[in-house]
């Protein structure tokens, strides 16, 4: 069983930044495509970026790509989410995933879910 634990959430000003964490344990985080995820009140969980096993690749959402940056540090079994230039609509819980195929990734349906971090972006 892998756990995830989703961090680094918070208030912020458009324009400003935060970085999100995602803390794995109880498996080896390297045999995992990792991605975030978000859900904004009353819509639905969308994909934001993904990273493949060793980070060699990433992918992103268009309304996010040039903003966010995910990158992984699998030593220390810990993803991020760089998110630059913030806007209102980038309010949201976000949440980390994990997944053994990218098909599983790209349908929104990984093997494991973090908790999720709520991000609040302030006009």
């Known amino acids: 069983q892998l756990r995830l634990v989703d961090s680094g959430g918070g208030l912020v000003q458009a324009g400003g930044s935060l970085r999100l964490s995602c803390a794995a344990s109880?498996?080896?985080?390297?045999?995992?495509?990792m991605g975030w995820f978000r859900q904004a009140p009353g819509k639905e969980r969308e994909f934001v970026a993904v990273?493949?096993?060793?980070?060699?690749?990433?992918y992103y959402a268009d309304s996010v790509r040039g903003r966010f940056t995910i990158s992984r540090d699998n030593a220390k079994s810990t993803v991020y989410l760089e998110m630059n230039s913030l806007k209102p609509e980038d309010t949201a819980v976000y949440y980390c995933?994990?997944?053994?195929?990218?098909?599983?990734?790209?349908?929104?349906?990984?093997?494991?879910w973090g908790q999720g971090t709520q991000v609040t972006v302030s006009s």
């Open positions: 995933a994990a997944a053994s195929t990218i098909w599983a990734m790209t349908q929104g349906n990984p093997d494991y």
């Open positions: 109880g498996r080896t985080l390297s045999t995992y495509l």
């Open positions: 990273i493949t096993w060793s980070g060699g690749r990433s």
